[in-house]
Nanobody, 125 residues
Framework: QVQLVESGGGSVQAGGSLRLSCLAS????????MGWFRQAPGKEREGVAA???????TYADSVKGRFTISLDNAKNTVYLQMNSLKPEDTAKYYCAARAGRLWLDVWNPNMFAYWGQGILVTVSS
């Protein structure tokens, strides 16, 4: 059972930056996909960014050009660099992971077997 632990959340003013980290408890034996989702109060969980073990990435339209997802395989860690943050980015951010790469249906939470507890990001105007 892979455990995911997020860190790096917090409060920032609009226009600022934060970097989220997600540490996986085990090293993947083969291909995998890791992603970030977020859920704002009263809203459904939505996909933000995803990265396959081969480095291919997918971004939600709302964050393209502002967020960057990256992998450090040696550290079993995925990062989400968030720049030019907006108040509408305020949400609880969740790290997700699955064995096997994913290209289709990447924003379907049911495609991911492992989830972190979530970390809060608050952006004030």
């Amino acid at each position: 059972q892979v455990q995911l632990v997020e860190s790096g959340g917090g409060s920032v003013q609009a226009g600022g930056s934060l970097r989220l980290s997600c540490l996986a408890s085990e090293k993947w034996e083969s291909t995998y996909c890791m992603g970030w989702f977020r859920q704002a109060p009263g809203k459904e969980r939505e996909g933000v960014a995803a990265i396959n073990s081969d480095g291919s990435t997918t971004y939600a339209d709302s964050v393209k050009g502002r967020f960057t997802i990256s992998l450090d395989n040696a550290k079993n860690t995925v990062y989400l660099q968030m720049n030019s943050l907006k108040p509408e980015d305020t949400a609880k951010y969740y790290c997700a992971a699955r064995a096997g790469r994913l290209w289709l249906d990447v924003w379907n939470p049911n495609m991911f077997a492992y989830w972190g507890q979530g970390i809060l990001v608050t952006v004030s105007s």
